[in-house]
């Protein structure tokens, strides 16, 4: 069974159905208060997501740069926030839950 891409106003979604009407009905099923923007026909039988275009393009791991950080504040959780910050570029919120969670495994 064909894979189809249905873009709504807030979703995308991938149905596993016979042709663009079934998949247009399965949106409207799932979300009706959405308007469809787009439906594909997706080419293959597997879904493959771009971590790139989802802007993931970083190697390193989070909760090592997390350590790291905190190793070098000695434990100071301002301090390791402000360095993870600086290291990875995120903003707040995304350094101090990075720093918070690592901080139960050990600090």
């Not at 979300?31 to 997706?42: A, C, G, L, T």
């Not at 910050?85 to 990075?98: F, I, N, P, V, Y």
């Amino acid at each position: 069974m064909p894979l189809f891409e249905v873009e709504t106003t807030s979703h995308i979604m991938i149905a596993c159905v016979e042709n663009e009407a079934a998949a247009r009905g399965f949106a409207n099923a799932n979300y009706p208060q959405e308007e469809v923007i787009r439906v594909s026909h997706r080419p293959r039988d597997a879904w493959v997501i771009s971590k790139r275009l989802l802007g993931l393009t970083s190697t390193t791991d989070p909760c090592t740069t997390a350590r790291d950080c905190l190793a070098k504040a000695q434990g100071d959780k301002l301090h390791a926030v402000r360095l993870y910050m600086q290291h990875t570029g995120s903003d707040l919120e995304g350094a101090r839950k990075a720093i918070e969670s690592n901080m139960a495994m050990g600090w």
